[in-house]
């Protein structure tokens, strides 16, 4: 599945990556004949690992992609910063064409434009917080008085203030994540990628960090490709979702979209024990109020409750409970629909 790239941060235009010595004939084999990742490692000796993406990630956008493993998501970011060459398309931060670049432009696009993140944060155990932080910046032979200052900055940011001289192994998995979030950070980069940063963690602590940066993206808008096999973590952390299997992306949208339209039976099993009472909202499962009144008659529309379209489900329950009435969903003063215990019920059974 493609979606339009015409504009974005970030865009990917019909990316394959098959790996192999007879990449480019399974290419054409599979555009021809449409063969499945199987069959092109049956004939080929060769390995889908990204199939025909197309991808656009707007500024400040939190982009998910999920799939389980195996699925292509870590192999599709990395050829946001050509740590992978695809075997066909094209690669575009900020309308430039990654693929173009030589070697130089290359270091220069990953030490300026670009932050990694990821599960293993393989800090150096002989610096300290402070150094490692600062890390990207000495490779740029930035002043040791400014990278210290900027390192100290993003350490406070990550909430590890008063940490910057202790070592790595002084510091638990929780803070360890923080550091490498911080170094990724300290070269102040347009774009994160984000792989599994969370995974090995505790749920508590897991929680918190996302939390954290859920806040900091509020704060410093950074665009964030975030790559998660955990569908509670990209709704909880997505503006959008892509969700990847066999190297192909099968759906784009919101959390809500994913949620209530999956577009074919394995989105549909992915989605089928998430509760809905956060991700779907009164504009959703409301009706028109004329519709309602046709079949129920009028409302009493001075007992009524009141809620807004925004409302999720979670709202709405507390809202009906006890109530006789329907709930009147009023914009801007003025009644734009109306929602039933009924429309409630069947929006947490996923039949919104």
Not at 29 to 43: D, F, G, M, T
Request: charged content about 25%.
């Amino acid at each position: 599945m493609t979606e339009n790239t015409d504009d974005g941060v970030v865009v990917t235009r019909n990316v394959w990556k098959i790996f192999g010595d007879k990449a480019n004939e399974a290419m054409a084999a599979v555009r021809q004949e449409n063969l499945s990742k199987p069959e092109v490692l049956e004939r080929f000796g060769a390995v889908v690992g990204v199939k025909d993406v197309s991808i656009s990630v707007a500024e400040g956008e939190i982009f998910c992609i999920m799939g389980l493993s195996g699925s292509g998501k870590s192999t599709l970011v990395r050829h946001i910063n050509r740590l992978i060459e695809p075997t066909g398309g094209e690669i575009l931060i900020n309308n430039v064409d990654v693929g173009g670049l030589n070697a130089e432009e290359l270091r220069a696009m990953r030490a300026d434009k670009i932050g990694m993140v990821f599960q293993n944060m393989a800090l150096l155990p002989h610096r300290t917080v402070r150094d490692n932080v600062a890390l990207s910046l000495e490779l740029r032979n930035i002043d040791a008085f400014t990278r210290a200052e900027v390192a100290d900055k993003v350490i406070d940011l990550v909430d590890l203030q008063g940490y910057g001289d202790r070592m790595p192994h002084e510091l638990s998995g929780g803070m360890q994540q923080r550091v490498g979030l911080a170094r990724a950070m300290a070269a102040d980069p347009d774009i994160l990628l984000m792989d599994e940063p969370f995974s090995a963690l505790d749920p508590l602590i897991r929680r918190g960090l996302q939390d954290e940066f859920l806040e900091l993206s509020k704060t410093l808008k950074k665009t964030t490709l975030f790559i998660t096999h955990d569908l509670d973590e990209a709704i909880r952390m997505g503006s959008r979702i892509a969700i990847m299997k066999d190297g192909e992306i099968v759906q784009t949208g919101t959390p809500e979209e994913i949620v209530t339209k999956p577009a074919d039976q394995y989105v549909s099993d992915f989605v089928a024990g998430i509760s809905k009472l956060k991700l779907l909202f009164a504009h959703t499962v409301m009706e028109p109020l004329e519709a309602y009144e046709a079949r129920q008659g009028p409302i009493d529309r001075s007992n009524a409750p009141v809620a807004t379209p925004d409302d999720d489900l979670d709202g709405l329950i507390a809202l009906s409970v006890g109530q006789e009435y329907p709930i009147l969903i009023k914009d801007d003063g003025n009644i734009v629909g109306v929602v039933s215990k009924d429309a409630i019920l069947h929006g947490v059974q996923g039949e919104a």
